[in-house]
């Protein structure tokens, strides 16, 4: 039976999420292909866990909310980071989940470019090292041999990515339509239709958690470019 080493790297709401849907699904994707999924690592933005024997998912999600570091994970808790977890571990693929960052990409790009070189597969849900590097990714990821995923980073669940690369690919696409960014659809819905003040949308956008506490890339148009 075969066994895929994951690395999680990035431990926000698309983190946790992957590690729950990890959680939920692998005894199916075990039974239905025949692999087992092992997260031998879990990095924060400043700590992890590291076991190559592999973590469990449950209770990562239960040391980050409870002690907001995944250094208090039981007898595995490091205080490694970013590429340090890399090279501290063995394993197939980089879940790549850490925050998007438009000015110079970092860590994501330094982190995918080390897996690269390291001939590991990487699936990112990050715009920043796409938008800014996707030339110099795509020349680094096809020089290794070695897959690069990236539907996560556009789009939510809508595999808009592999409909345009594959399904369409003998189709000429003259337009994309659709809401680029969830934060700023509410925030001028409801300036719209219920006549509210930007200021007051945009902090009860921040309170429902549509909005970001630092709202910048989303209002400013820089998320809706990325795309």
């Known amino acids: 039976m075969d066994e895929c080493k994951l690395i ?3 431990f926000g709401a698309v983190g ?4 729950k849907a990890i959680s939920l699904k692998k005894d199916m994707i075990n039974e239905k292909y025949g692999i087992t999924l092992k997260v031998v690592a879990a990095a924060d933005s400043s700590t992890s866990a590291i076991c190559q024997d592999g973590l469990d998912e449950e209770l990562l999600l239960k040391t980050k909310e409870e002690t907001g570091k995944l250094a208090n994970y039981p007898e595995y808790g490091s205080d490694k980071s970013g590429i340090e977890v890399l090279d501290a571990v063995d394993y197939d693929v980089l879940i790549e ?7 110079d990409a970092e ?7 080390k ?8 699936v990112t849900s990050n715009k920043g090292h796409l938008a800014l590097f996707y030339k110099e990714l795509i020349e680094a990821k096809e020089a290794a041999g070695v897959d690069f995923k990236f539907e996560a980073s556009v789009g939510g669940a809508m595999p808009i990515i592999n409909l345009c ?11 994309i339509k659709g809401i680029l960014n969830g934060t700023t659809n509410y925030i001028l819905s409801r300036m719209t239709t219920e006549g509210m003040s930007y200021e007051n949308t945009l902090a009860e956008a921040q309170q429902l958690g549509i909005a970001e506490t630092d709202p910048t890339q989303d209002v400013e148009g820089i998320d809706a470019a990325c795309k």
């Not at 989940?97 to 000015?103: E, F, H, L, S, Y």
């Open 8 to 10: 999680l790297m990035g």
């Open 165 to 175: 690369q594959e399904t369409l690919a003998s189709c000429g696409i003259s337009s």
């Open 115 to 122: 897996a690269f070189a390291d001939g590991k597969d990487v």
């Open 97 to 103: 989940a850490t925050p998007t960052n438009i000015k």
């Open 107 to 113: 860590p994501a790009k330094s982190l995918t470019l």
């Open 16 to 19: 946790k999420g992957v590690a």
